[in-house]
């Protein structure tokens, strides 16, 4: 085994570290891989109850009409997450546009957005008009209201009770922390945060983003209240095969007004030609379970690894997780740019170029990039970034396999070392 890490340019101080690191995460990973099996059971579940066939594979052209598989992809996902109804598509393109489809199709004129967990994804700023843009939900006469969490990391109840009002029409909760410190919310917290507001107001809807969380726990937000999940098939239920695509899943209405804003009042969920990619989403979702606890393990033994060295990470080598992002504070560029350039090393895809930092569109600072992805920008697969600034910190996820996992974040050790960044005994 080692003379092959070895090829792949692994010394043996790196080997040894990691492997005796790996050796005390055996039960750690035994629960994540219980989380997998029930999960996997819970996705096969919403296919045999829904009658998936060989046909359901195929696609339409045209206009779409009477999509069989299209029509029976949307019932699994609507079983899976315990839901009324969900809308799976190619046609939304990614998952700013699925939460922007679910935001825009579900408020009016006049009503109140409301985040009680402080500022959301970075896309949805513009979305939601906080910073001004073409198209905004503020261009439309819809406000926003924000309010952060206590800085222990818990919600502002008194807060949030005094931000309801009548204008108030939908609640949103992004479940991960995204590319923030805060911690990732767990479904239980989410749940009691919707008991919560349910009880202050009964007809909001509380809408969650789900990237990157699905099938990190056992249950879904919808599990608990939620009135709408909102994901990207190109993170956790796509499985690494589904090459685009997003979904929303939940209340009847609250789908419906999303299917009649993707394509048109009067058509809704009737049109959408599913072409081809059918079998890539039902094959992608069979696998996603175990694809995220690949993925999930990778994000512990990174964690484990740099904490021992004696850097910051989030979530902490011993923490429950609540999705699949691992932050790693290196506090100097030299320490990042080391990092994703081993992540980049490790790629099956482009694994020979080098990531540089530049200055990309929308962000403050340089960024570097790694991925060498079989899907453009797929963060299922294993990739990482990190904004050149302090706290200096970088934010990676992914792996298809915890094998590439674990070889991409050995990549990453030997390249500090190489560096001179860090040195093993
Ligand atoms: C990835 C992500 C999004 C946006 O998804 P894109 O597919 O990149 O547009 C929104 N919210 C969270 C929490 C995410 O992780």
């Not at 419906?256 to 599913?274: D, H, I, M, Q």
């Not at 993925?295 to 080598?317: H, M, R, T």
Request: net charge negative; hydrophobic share 40%.
């Amino acid at each position: 085994m080692e003379n092959i890490y070895k090829e792949l340019g692994i010394s043996d101080k790196v080997y040894r570290f990691c492997k005796e690191i790996l050796n005390r995460l055996k039960p750690r990973f035994d629960e994540i891989d219980q989380n997998a099996e029930y999960n996997q059971l819970k996705v096969l579940k919403a296919m045999q109850d829904n009658k998936v066939s060989e046909a359901c594979l195929l696609g339409t052209t045209g206009y779409g009409y009477n999509d069989l598989g299209r029509e029976t992809l949307e019932a699994v996902y609507a079983s899976l997450f315990h839901a009324e109804d969900a809308l799976v598509r190619p046609q939304i393109t990614c998952g700013t546009h699925a939460l922007a489809l679910a935001l825009m199709s579900n408020l009016r004129p006049g009503d109140e957005l409301l985040s009680p967990v402080g500022k959301p994804y970075d896309t949805l700023e513009e979305v939601i008009g906080i910073r001004p843009s073409k198209g905004s939900l503020a261009e439309y006469g819809i406000s926003y209201r924000q309010v952060d969490l206590c800085p222990d990391g818990g919600f502002d109840f008194e807060k949030i009770k005094n931000a309801i009002n009548e204008k108030t029409r939908l609640v949103t909760i992004q479940r991960s922390k995204g590319y923030q410190t805060r911690p990732t919310l767990s479904v239980g917290r989410i749940g009691e945060l919707i008991t919560f507001i349910k009880e202050i107001k009964p007809d909001v809807i509380c809408m969650v983003d789900n990237c990157y969380g699905e099938f990190v726990e056992r249950q879904e937000p919808t599990d608990v209240g939620a009135d709408m999940v909102v994901g990207s098939l190109i993170k956790n239920p796509g499985g690494g095969l589904a090459p685009i695509g997003g979904y929303i899943a939940g209340k009847k209405s609250c789908v419906e007004n999303a299917a009649y804003r993707l394509t048109s009042p009067g058509l809704g969920k009737e049109v959408g030609a599913s072409l081809g990619i059918l079998r890539d989403f039902y094959h992608g979702l069979f696998l996603a379970p175990t694809v995220t606890a690949g993925a999930l393990k990778g994000a512990v033994f990174a964690a484990n690894i740099y904490e021992k060295l004696g850097f910051k990470v989030v979530p902490d080598s011993n923490e429950s997780r609540h999705d699949i992002i691992q932050a790693v504070e290196f506090g100097t560029a030299e320490g990042v740019i080391a990092f994703c350039k081993g992540i980049q090393a490790a790629a099956p895809v482009d694994s020979f170029v080098t990531p540089e930092p530049w200055d990309m569109p929308g962000y403050d600072s340089p960024v570097v990039m790694a991925a060498g992805a079989f899907v453009s920008g797929s963060s299922i697969e294993l990739s990482a970034d990190a904004p050149i600034k302090p706290p200096y910190a970088v934010y990676f996820q992914g792996g298809l396999t915890f094998e590439h996992a674990r070889f991409g974040i050995m990549k990453t050790l030997q390249s500090i070392v190489d560096a001179g960044l860090v040195q093993l005994d």
